[in-house]
């Protein structure tokens, strides 16, 4: 038979009002053995106090629990609470808490757990601590009592719930003191163990202390060597015989604690769960060998990595207990960085140069930063590439398409564009019809001075025959007059139709937007260029221009075209500089070895000339190495 003062830690939401007596178990919330008990006992005595028979305490959920706490008491001879009238006192203590005051309900015989008695009244008090609800005490009590037995009963509940926030204060103050001596603790061995001049001495001076505050019968403390884990300090002795076989089963257990990276108690707990089990063979190895004894290994740390073990030893009689392994554990990690540090400090320059040519090799071919190892390989690979493989050197500059024989073709007159004949791009032979400009008004005005003319001529007849010398003067000047306007509009007539100046291609002009507007001698109207002196410039940055030669060959890429390349040779360079788009370059002329119908004058791409054997690495580090060059000349 189960114990009737039993106190069990459950879900808030286990119970359901569908659940049985022999429905499965609710999954446990566990809270610290202290508290529970301390809640049992409060709950018995709350019940006492009521004069209930069963009673429950609700807390609120801590901070590492999704759940509610639940500790119940029950008395007499039943052993367990009902699942629906726990679940009803689960929501009365739920709603109790919420509200944060005291009330009375009433719980019917059907739903209740003495099925004899009619009713029951259930009283309920919320538990606060400073002034904040954490839960609520809740009891089942008969439910023939007067008014004034439940007032005076509840305000019992009431004052007695206040001893939660009692025992909660104490066990932090409790708690505190506990730091405090830990970190007290803690100082003074590492104030011990600074005393020592080297770090094993400062090892020995630790594990004697150790040995000696925690009533331990050996302490041992390894540190990391290379890939081992090396003794360099017994409790009680200041020399360490490697050869010994104690020193070796030491170091065993040194690398067993080291392997998994995790502190080992021997003998392990025997409730502790499986993922909690670790292997200890060295360890009990270790115990029976030079044993019996209870051990506890912990490694040393810095920065996450490890630097050692220690091992303590106690008698089986008096194991290590959980405060104890706390605050060894809490010293180790104050006292492994601060032995480690004085290792370091004691090497001398060829230790530290071979620590240091270790630690840049682990690092190189460790398995750490595998990305960054990845790209600084890819990245030596395309210098030694750059560096090894052998290029032609090469000047790169702008290119450009011209004609060395190139017409304008203009209006001769003002007049309005009738008909266009030609499109950029059209190849034209000499004395083709290009544009006709309208005559119907130069038509009009040769009509009209030719009327004129016969007119005048027959008036200066008439005054000739007549005597009038002077009048057939003035009419033979106004018939010279009007005779050179009417062969202006013969010339104008003779010009309207526009021919091409040369044979070639037109380079430039698009007038079909310009039909019936007016043009002039004054905008060029067309660009021919004969395209048997076509020829290519290169522009060339001033940096390039001390390896530009005559007679250099290249190559030029077109935008038009850049998959087909033009071989070319250099055949002039110009000594002047010109500024082209805000910088200065030299105007190189070079001589193409092939002219494809496709070219056309003002086409532009990239050309390069190619210079002597060089690679990829010079080539490139070239504008780098004379920007420093310039910014520090005088040096």
């Known amino acids: 038979m189960k114990d009737p003062h039993q106190a069990v830690s459950i879900s808030a939401s286990a119970t359901d009002e569908e659940s049985s007596s022999d429905a499965t178990p609710a999954r446990k919330v566990s809270i610290e053995k202290g508290t529970e008990d301390f809640l049992t006992d409060l709950i018995r005595q709350q019940c006492e106090l009521v004069k209930a028979n069963t009673g429950i305490i609700l807390l609120r959920p801590m901070r590492d629990q999704s759940q509610a706490s639940i500790v119940k008491y029950v008395g007499g001879t039943n052993t367990d609470i009902a699942p629906r009238l726990l679940k009803r006192m689960t929501d009365i203590a739920t709603r109790t808490a919420r509200e944060n005051r005291s009330l009375v309900d009433t719980v019917e015989a059907t739903q209740g757990l003495l099925s004899h008695e009619p009713d029951f009244h259930v009283l309920a008090s919320p538990l606060c601590l400073a002034g904040r609800p954490q839960g609520a005490s809740v009891c089942l009590v008969p439910y023939d009592r007067t008014q004034d037995e439940y007032e005076d009963q509840l305000q019992r509940l009431d004052l007695s ?331 104008r007539l003779g010009r309207a139709s526009i021919r091409a100046p040369i044979a070639g291609v037109v380079a430039q002009g698009k007038l079909d937007n310009l039909v019936g507007e007016m043009v002039g001698p004054d905008k060029p109207l067309l660009e021919i260029a004969d395209m048997s002196t076509i020829s290519a410039i290169m522009l060339v940055p001033e940096s390039g221009i001390p390896r530009i030669e005559v007679g250099q060959a290249g190559a030029l890429a077109l935008t038009a075209r850049p998959a087909d390349k033009i071989a070319f040779e250099v055949i002039h360079v110009t000594p002047a500089s010109e500024v082209y788009q805000q910088k200065n370059v030299y105007r190189v002329e070079v001589q193409l070895e092939e002219a494809p119908e496709w070219l056309r004058p003002g086409m532009e791409g990239q050309a390069k000339a190619f210079g002597n054997r060089s690679n990829l690495f010079m080539i490139f580090s070239r504008p780098v190495v004379d920007a420093i060059r310039m910014r520090f000349w005088w040096f």
Not at 305 to 310: P, R, W
Request: aromatic letters at 4%; one cysteine or more.
């Open 161 to 491: 719930g206040a001893l939660l926030e009692a025992y909660l204060w104490k066990q932090q103050a409790y708690n505190e003191a506990q730091a405090k001596i830990q970190m007290r603790e803690t100082l003074d061995l590492v104030d011990k163990s600074y005393r020592g001049h080297t770090a094993e001495e400062m090892a020995s001076i630790f594990a004697s202390e150790i040995q000696r505050r925690f009533g331990c019968t050996r302490v041992s403390i390894g540190l990391v060597k290379g890939h081992d884990v090396r003794v360099v300090g017994i409790g009680g002795t200041d020399d360490v015989d490697r050869k010994s076989e104690l020193v070796e089963s030491f170091e065993a257990v040194m690398e067993e604690c080291a392997d998994q990276d995790t502190e080992i108690r021997f003998p392990q707990p025997e409730d502790a769960e499986a993922s909690d089990r670790r292997v200890v063979r060295a360890h009990a190895s270790l115990s029976e060998r030079f044993g019996p004894s209870a051990i506890a290994s912990f490694p040393l740390r810095v920065d996450d990595g490890l630097i050692g073990v220690v091992i303590m030893e106690r008698d089986p009689a008096d194991p290590f207990n959980d405060p104890t392994l706390h605050l060894l554990r809490l010293v180790a990690e104050y006292v492994g960085p601060t032995i480690w540090t004085r290792r370091l400090a004691d090497r001398g320059v060829l230790a530290i140069s071979r620590d240091r040519s270790i630690e840049v090799a682990h690092t190189i071919v460790g398995p750490e930063k595998t990305g960054a190892k990845v790209i600084a390989i890819v990245a030596l690979l395309l210098l030694l590439i750059s560096v090894a493989v052998p290029v032609r050197d090469r000047v790169v500059g702008e290119g450009r398409i011209v004609a060395e024989i190139r017409r304008q073709v203009s209006a001769p007159f003002d007049g309005r564009i009738e008909k266009v004949h030609v499109q950029a791009g059209d190849r034209v032979e000499a004395g083709q019809l290009l544009v006709e400009l309208e005559t119907i008004r130069l038509q009009f005005q040769l009509s009209q001075k030719t009327n004129e003319l016969a007119k005048i001529a027959a008036q200066a007849d008439q005054a000739q025959s007549e005597g009038k010398i002077h009048e057939a003067m003035v009419l033979e000047q106004q018939r010279r007059m009007v005779q050179e306007d009417v062969n202006l509009q013969r010339y």
